[in-house]
């Protein structure tokens, strides 16, 4: 009965979160009539009485800063993207920092919740621009992120549903996926409700191993999964709109997780005789809310953001036990956890220096978080129940000081030149003070040269993801060195309370060069290093030198077999990283001169957007101690299967109603150190990898020139994504060119080549 309660108390939200959203929406005949409005791309026109106006020239959403690369339109369309949370990744490579998640604003203020958003279709964004490094900096962020300003149109609606299927090449599993919602801007009003759903079958060994058939004509194989079975569900609900003088936003936010693995069969005996299947069962549920309030008080910008996430999760691993009665145990875990922040952020320009407004920025926040977990073992006939709870508190004060500003002539032979300083503390119960300093500089000496350069120093507490995760199990397929051979073992992953606290240092130094029309060339490259003395890392992996530091990480039984790893964070003594990024970044439109030029209202449509980004990661330092008594763990010298370079490409080619995106990336080759625990140590010698994707998309109403088209053919798109074009895998061989026992194809990779359909209709 409880569980039944909590569940009436979700579904009892979502109720009145639908009907509250659907009472304070835009009326149909509002809707219909603002979908044929303009988008608001120019000026706005404000009445102050009688006849005049004052015609405000600003752009419509502009930031605080002037962007870095710019997508209009028709080059967010060239990019066939799902949704803009599919169009932001898309996009990553663009910012130079491809692996990592850019801050997002919207309309040029800052939004720090933006979940809802990101179901939204891309034809609702006007633009999309990638501002420069000291944006954030501009909006109170650490200067260590890229920010991304998404402009909504002013006026959209729209229906939207899709489907999709997706089949590996080599066959022996399938997906679908579908997915409906209701998507509505009006003005500074808008709101959205959307529900997902998509699913997987499991991938069986049988499908990709020789057939190991015993001597019934049975295979063991047919029970043990390479990849499992998932299903997962997700439901979201967003609203914004003016209230008072302020603007206020609330999304809400519900899903379910499952997964099912096939472990093989107690007895291979027995598998004719109906024996018990061992098996792996994952389930989880989340709830998530968010509130921001936003506006103008006592002339300081001001955003209120708050938000509260609950989450439930059961597991239960079968395994198998002569000693058991039915041939078998199973252990079981069962965990929640909740999360409640908020954050109150300031922002102003508190004077006039010369060369342009002082401005500084506050912010304040509070995080909560409670887990609860519980554990039986059913090997050792015991259990245990975990209880953890965390409260931080934070604060930061930061300043943007201009120093030279070549349009208003002061220090002009400088150009224009800039510095962010901050500094922040983090407070917690039984914690010491966690101070943080910034300091950065911006300096353009000419308008296509641009350099940024920062440090920081900061006193750090680990996260509290890392010290109060709910304590979850699952089994995970990993390689095992010291056998040579694919373990499946118990990986446990959660919060660790041992952890630590520690200090971080952090250097960046950037510049970008635009040597032509800023549209068409950008040049840039990064280096940075960070050095973080004690404190708390992310588990490194399966590796001997690995395992020779963390011994009591890795279970093995009586035979030696890797049944349990604990890949919960780990204590550091220090660690070491060093990299140099560097990106290029083409776009055109052949044929724009002659398309401004002529009087066809179609010609500017039938256009090619063409854009080629190439990005180079080089690491060049990446060491990790992990205890004085133990040497380092050189990542790049085989320590850890790490590659020293990465290369990525993207070509994306659009016009109107069809799109394609090429997207590549290549990893060097590199050496893993086996040191002398089999037969004197040997080494094993991975191949460079090279992966790419494909992704091709049409809307047959644009591609047809016929009046007389079928009408429900207006707002169809097609999609086929190839996913590992080439079925490329990582290979590795041992000194005499011999394939290691674990590294077979269908070890390594066992998806391969997938191919994906989708349709997606708008209304």
């Known amino acids: 009965m409880p569980r039944t309660f909590r569940f009436g108390r979700l579904g009892l939200a979502a109720v009145l979160g639908c009907s509250w959203l659907w009472s304070l929406a835009p009326s149909t005949a509002q809707e219909q009539t603002g979908n044929n409005r303009s988008s608001g791309s120019g000026g706005e026109a404000v009445p102050v009485g009688g006849d005049e106006e004052i015609v405000v020239t600003a752009r419509y959403g502009e930031a605080l800063v002037e962007p870095e690369t710019e997508l209009d339109e028709q080059q967010i369309a060239a990019y066939g993207a799902y949704s803009i949370g599919d169009l932001v990744r898309s996009i990553s490579r663009l910012t130079g920092r491809p692996d ?70 080599a066959g022996g599993r399938h997906g679908a996926s579908l997915s409906a919602g209701r998507f509505v801007i009006d003005g500074k009003a808008r709101w959205n409700a959307q529900v997902q759903l998509s699913s997987e079958s499991a991938l069986f060994r049988s499908a990709r191993a020789p057939a190991s058939r015993t001597v019934d004509g049975s295979d063991p194989d047919d029970y043990l999964s390479l990849l499992p079975a998932t299903r997962l569900l997700t439901a979201t609900l967003g609203l914004s709109r003016p209230i008072g003088p302020l603007a206020g936003s609330f999304s809400l936010s519900a899903g379910t997780n499952r997964s099912r693995q096939g472990l093989g069969i107690v007895s291979q005996d027995l598998v004719a005789g109906g024996a018990e299947r061992l098996s792996g069962r994952q389930n989880s549920k989340n709830l998530g809310l968010a509130m921001t309030l936003s506006g103008s008080v006592a002339g300081w910008r001001a955003i209120l953001n708050a938000s509260y996430a609950r989450d439930w999760s059961t597991g239960a691993i079968d395994q198998s036990d002569d000693t058991a009665g039915a041939g078998f145990v199973t252990n079981r875990t069962r965990a929640r956890g909740e999360n409640l922040a908020a954050r109150l952020t300031l922002g102003k320009s508190i004077a006039v220096l010369p060369a342009g407004p002082l401005a500084a920025n506050m912010s304040i926040g509070m ?89 920081s120093f ?40 041992e952890l630590g606290s520690g200090r971080r240092r952090a250097y960046a130094l950037g510049a970008t060069l635009r040597p032509f029309d800023p549209r068409l060339l950008m040049l840039s490259v990064e280096y940075r290093k960070r050095v973080s003395t004690g ?186 994504d190839i996913g590992n074009l080439f079925d490329a895998y990582r290979r590795a061989t041992l000194a005499d060119g011999s394939t290691p026992p674990g590294y077979e194809r269908y070890e390594v990779d066992p998806l391969g080549r997938t191919v994906q359909l989708t349709v997606r209709k708008r209304f």
Do not use: C
Request: glycine fraction near 10%.
């Open 100 to 169: 990592e998640q850019p801050i997002l604003l919207i309309n040029g203020e800052r939004v720090d919740a933006v979940q809802d958003l990101a179901g939204y279709p891309p034809a609702a964004l006007q633009r999309l621009a990638i501002l420069p490094p000291e944006a954030a900096g501009r909006y109170g962020y650490a200067g260590d992120r890229r920010v991304v300003n998404l402009v909504l149109k002013k006026y959209f609606v729209s229906w939207e549903t899709q489907a999709g299927v997706k089949l590996p090449t």
């Open 367 to 455: 995080n909560r978080n409670r887990s609860w977990s519980r554990y039986e073992d059913g090997l050792a006939g015991r259990g245990a129940v975990v209880r953890s709870g965390r409260d931080r508190f934070d604060g930061r004060f930061a300043l943007v000081v201009p120093v030279a500003n070549r349009k208003e002539d002061v220090l002009a032979f400088l150009g224009d030149l800039s510095l962010d300083i901050a500094a922040g503390v983090g407070l917690g119960r039984h914690e010491p003070p966690q101070p943080r300093i910034e300091l950065g500089a911006n300096w353009s000496p000419v308008p296509a040269f641009r350099i940024n350069a920062e440090t």
């Open 458 to 497: 900061a006193k750090l507490a680990p996260p509290i993801e890392q010290l109060n995760a709910p304590y979850r199990e699952e089994v995970r397929r990993v390689y095992d060195f010291a056998r040579q051979e694919i373990a499946e073992p118990i990986w446990v992953t959660g919060g660790n309370p």
């Open 535 to 720: 404190g708390a890392g992310g588990f490194p992996g399966v590796t001997q030198a690995v395992e020779r530091a963390f011994p009591d990480r890795f279970v093995r039984d009586a035979s030696g077999r890797l049944i349990r790893v604990d890949a919960r964070a780990i204590r550091i003594v220090r660690d070491t990283t060093e990299r140099l990024d560097s990106a290029m970044t083409l776009s055109f439109v052949p044929g724009a001169k002659a398309a401004a030029a002529s009087t066809d209202p179609l010609a500017a449509a039938r256009l090619w957007n063409l854009s080629l980004t190439l990005n180079h990661g080089w690491h060049l330092r990446s060491e990790l101690v992990t205890s004085a008594d133990f040497p380092p763990i050189d990542r790049l010298r085989g320590g850890t299967a790490q590659s020293r370079h990465n290369v990525g490409l993207q070509l994306v080619a659009g016009r109107a109603g069809f799109g394609a995106t090429l997207d590549a990336s290549w990893q060097s080759g590199f050496r893993l150190r086996d040191t002398g625990v089999n037969d004197g140590g040997r080494d094993y010698r991975f191949a460079a990898l090279s992966l790419v994707n494909l992704r091709l998309h049409a809307e047959p109403a644009q591609l047809m020139r016929d009046a007389n088209k079928p009408r429900w053919l207006s707002g169809l798109q097609i999609s086929l």
